[in-house]
């Protein structure tokens, strides 16, 4: 009997591991892949036809106000395409998502109005 339940011990305390080891390659640093990774704006500089770059790196993130009426704050990041720089004008909850930064990769698909949408596909951790 006793040795029955060690070895139901040590089978709870695998699973455990493996179930831990499973919730830590889902954790947010390094990786992206929720909600919170995708922001709409506006092309304000470099401004391309439409296409959809990927795996860009994220140059800047400037300019981050927050508007005391709406809490969103007001950003431009600059992302490095094969064709040149790209600002990218946003607003975003930094409650709710972390700003794009140094370091981040990101695709974008800019429209031909200009309107875009950019996916963080990896956070550096940074942001505020």
Not at 37 to 44: A, E, L, P, W
Not at 54 to 66: A, H, I, K, R, S
Request: charge should be negative; include cysteine; proline fraction near 5%.
């Amino acid at each position: 009997m006793k040795g029955k339940w060690i070895y139901g011990a040590i089978v709870v305390a695998v699973l455990a591991v493996g179930i831990g080891v499973y919730l830590y390659a889902l954790a947010p640093s390094g990786v992206a892949g929720s909600g919170q990774d995708t922001f709409s704006g506006r092309i304000v500089g470099g401004a391309r036809p439409a296409e959809t770059y990927t795996d860009l790196p994220v140059l800047t993130d400037e300019g981050c106000t927050t508007d005391p009426r709406t809490g969103l704050a007001n950003c431009t990041t600059k992302l490095q395409t094969p064709d040149g720089v790209l600002a990218f004008n946003y607003e975003h909850d930094m409650m709710d998502k972390p700003c794009l930064s140094i370091g981040d990769k990101a695709n974008i698909e800019v429209l031909s109005n200009g309107d875009a949408t950019v996916t963080r596909t990896y956070w550096a951790g940074g942001g505020a």
